[in-house]
């Protein structure tokens, strides 16, 4: 399966999401689909068929026009078609980096912006989720939280994300042509814009979108899902999605990452790890990613190494060590290498896997940490950021 031409500009792709009118069949729930049908009139004994031909019209082939679902009857696709729409968020800019990542510029209803990141590697392909526009957390090392929450995305603009991905990637699959394999988008992670578990019910049932076997079918192993840690949705996110976690962790003690990691106040260091040593074990979960983004002189030390493998002990983990990315009026810098290199030493000989992310992106602003919508970026000074994240 090839992929769309990469080009190296930034290009425009108009598509409208309407905001009133039809309802958007994109983002339903299979019951919630059931019951949208059953509205317009299709007969009980029908829905439950209509509902997985539909399903597989929309989330295994692609198609979004009532027309092309060619197993229903006629006068049925028209009287779906005067209802229903099925509709994506509109692309406005695609930016790709010399890397081969590639960004988009989402719009959603309203007028407000996300942003959403695919990352080729060479044995998979991973697409970054945003799940709020903007964020509550004000983590001082984000250029994401330096822009206020203004509202959660719906089920639909979450799962539209990876949709559209699909549609840039010319990955739908093709009636009549054998079937391939090979996934270009195999994995997700919920690391874009926004807390997660902020925004738990969307977020949840736009997983259970992407997991479900007759659409676009990925595995919740290969769904990864970010928090800072909102300890109690942490339970439910084992039970109810039973994706794999990882945890914005970042510093070692609760005076950095009360700083650093502002939730910190509401749910330190001890209860975090409290809640998360029960969900390998309730996700069915090998194990719990710790982030740990690497700050010249703020948690980068040994000592700050010897205690993170001392708060983790008994919790099966990876600890991906994230050099910092910059981004404008940024309080702070990129740890040495050397020094990236002997804290993960000193994690990888306690017996836990270390791995180095590489940074990805970064000349489009890609990178972890640095995604923030265009239209909302907040128009602070260095020292106005530096200020809030307590370094004034």
């Not at 896997?353 to 995604?371: F, K, N, V, W, Y």
């Amino acid at each position: 399966m090839t992929a769309a031409p990469i080009t190296p500009d930034v290009t425009t792709v108009p598509r409208r999401l309407p905001e009133s009118g039809p309802v958007n069949l994109v983002g339903l729930t299979r019951e919630g689909l059931r019951q949208a049908l059953l509205a317009i009139g299709t007969p009980e004994a029908q829905v439950r068929m209509r509902v997985g031909q539909i399903w597989q019209w929309i989330y295994h082939w692609g198609v979004r026009d009532f027309a092309a679902m060619t197993n229903l009857a006629r006068d049925y696709r028209a009287r779906l078609a005067e209802h229903f729409v099925i509709a994506l968020p509109e692309v406005v800019a695609r930016q790709v980096s010399a890397d081969g990542t590639r960004k988009y510029l989402v719009r959603i209803a309203g007028g407000h912006e996300v942003e959403t990141v695919y990352i080729p590697e060479e044995d998979r392909g991973t697409l970054c989720v945003s799940s709020q526009v903007g964020c509550t957390l004000t983590c001082s090392f984000c250029h994401t939280g330096t822009q206020k929450l203004v509202r959660n995305l719906t089920a639909g603009e979450i799962v539209g994300q990876v949709m559209l991905a699909r549609d840039d990637l010319g990955e739908w699959p093709k009636p009549g042509v054998p079937k391939d394999e090979t996934r270009l988008l195999s994995n997700i992670v919920l690391m874009g814009m926004g807390e997660p578990l902020y925004n738990f019910e969307a977020v949840r049932d736009a997983m259970r979108i992407v997991m479900d076997g007759e659409g676009i079918a990925l595995s919740r192993r290969r769904i990864t899902l970010s928090t800072s840690g909102v300890v109690p949705e942490i339970a439910r996110c084992a039970t109810e999605i039973g994706c794999l976690l990882a945890v914005s962790f970042h510093a070692t003690t609760d005076a950095v990452r009360d700083r650093l990691v502002p939730i910190n106040r509401r749910w330190n260091i001890a209860t975090l790890l409290n809640a998360l040593r029960d969900y390998p074990r309730l996700s069915n979960s090998e194990r719990i990613t710790f982030e740990y983004v690497m700050l010249k002189g703020v948690n980068d030390s040994d000592e700050d190494a010897r205690r993170l493998v001392q708060l983790i002990a008994g919790i099966p983990a990876k600890i991906n060590l994230i050099p910092f990315n910059p981004w404008p009026g940024a309080p702070y810098e990129r740890s040495d290498w050397e020094r990236i290199e002997a804290f993960a030493d000193i994690v990888h000989k306690a017996g836990y896997a270390s791995p180095i992310r590489t940074p990805r992106g970064e000349d489009i602003m890609a990178a972890c940490g640095q995604l923030r919508s265009a239209t909302e970026r907040a128009r602070k000074s260095r020292a106005e950021i530096a200020a809030e994240a307590g370094l004034g």
